[in-house]
């Protein structure tokens, strides 16, 4: 949808709709090919967290890339540590990496991310148009990021160069170039903190022992790939997407700044409605059912979180924003012992962001855009943007 016409235009950019409530209703799945590895898709949100609970029946720990849809079976064979790691190792890891991602709670860590989002909201306020995606979304992710291993705020720019998917490109949904791009980086930064040892998260782990037994360069590497792919086009599709609400809910904005106690509710109600990740997979040990749907062992079912966000057997008025959503048990950062390690950052991304735009912004117009759309077989899910142009008036 490169350019809107005036009929388009009268559906809000802001709006995403949800093109699973059919089937969702009437069955509660959805079958999509995935390079000839067919994957079902669940679609009610008792059956995602059913599914995301059980770890013995639906496991994390196959084949490194399995679990990914796309899957990256084709472009990695490295296993993402805690992601694709079951019970009782998994808490292993999880026990040692967790305090770390906790980290943005503390006081210092939030007042440096509160810079880093104040200064980027200052310097494009001060221009006519700016493109979200790539030159506000792609910078605050990777500026933050910066706090997020503790390194060198500069080493940003590094990130900011390689674009927006590390895993993907215009060709290809899982492409292996650009993904050895990140793997060789990565091999670089571990082998800099082995031969000198800093306060950096590449450092902790290479000192660190799970069970006793010393991490290897290749867990983690894990830990990385996980920490670099899986925070980056979420945070960067959930900023964007909540710039595009506020443009045209510009209510929204003032009622924040007038209202600063909801702005944690906004947060979880925002990432409910626009769900950064669609889907996430598991791979089946043994012939089961779900929805009364028979699924083969070894087969691939993913968790659709973003339909999951719009079950109206949960959620009222599922389909509108409601900022102070007072009951939202969303599953926008995953569920059960898998929930998203990055949350607590992305979180206060998020909360500092809003607070920030509350108290910077007066208005947002929309110029120009282009949507992201996901082909899921019969489902077209709109997920973000590809590029979204907006002005940002400052006060």
């Known amino acids: ?214 991490m290897t360069k290749e867990e983690v590497k894990g830990v990385m790939i996980l920490t670099f792919a899986g925070g980056r086009d979420t945070v960067i599709n959930a900023v964007t997407n909540s710039l595009s609400y506020f443009a045209e809910n510009p209510k929204a904005l003032e009622r924040l700044r007038q209202e600063p106690e909801i702005v944690g509710r906004a947060v979880e109600e925002l990432v409910r409605y626009f769900s950064p990740l669609t889907h996430m997979g598991r791979v089946v040990t043994e012939d089961t059912k779900v929805c009364e749907h028979a699924i083969k062992n070894d087969s691939r079912v993913s968790m659709c979180w973003a339909s999951a966000n719009r079950d109206s057997a949960v959620f009222e008025k599922p389909n509108e924003v409601v900022l102070d959503r007072k009951i939202n048990p969303h599953v926008g950062f995953g569920f059960s012992h898998h929930n998203c390690l990055g949350a607590t950052h992305a979180r206060q991304i998020l909360k500092i962001l809003m607070t920030t735009l509350a108290n910077k912004v007066t208005s947002i117009d929309i110029k120009d855009y282009k949507e992201n759309i996901e082909e899921w077989g019969e489902f077209n899910r709109k997920v973000g943007f590809d590029n979204i142009t907006m002005n940002i008036h400052g006060k």
């Open 1 to 214: 949808m490169e350019h809107q016409t005036e009929a388009e235009k009268k559906v809000k950019t802001s709006e995403f709709p949800d093109p699973f409530e059919q089937a969702r209703i009437e069955k509660g799945y959805g079958d999509i090919d995935d390079q000839n590895d067919p994957v079902t898709m669940l679609l009610r949100l008792k059956d995602v967290r059913k599914t995301a609970h059980n770890w013995k029946t639906f496991i994390s720990g196959a084949t490194p890339g399995r679990i990914v849809v796309p899957s990256e079976v084709d472009i990695r064979d490295i296993r993402q540590i805690p992601f694709e790691v079951d019970p009782p190792e998994h808490k292993d890891y999880r026990n040692l990496i967790e305090p770390w991602f906790k980290r943005p709670l503390e006081k210092e860590y939030a007042a440096k991310l509160t810079k880093i989002i104040e200064d980027l909201v200052d310097e494009v306020v001060e221009k006519d148009d700016i493109e979200v995606v790539g030159d506000f979304a792609l910078k605050l992710q990777s500026r933050a990021l910066t706090l997020l291993l503790n390194i060198p705020f500069e080493e940003s720019e590094t990130w900011i160069g390689w674009g927006v998917h590390v895993f993907r490109s215009e060709e290809s949904s899982t492409d292996a170039d650009k993904a050895n791009i990140l793997f060789d980086y990565l091999d670089e930064q571990i082998d800099r903190a082995a031969e000198n040892p800093s306060d950096d998260l590449y450092s902790l782990l290479l000192a660190s022992e799970v069970n006793g037994v010393k």
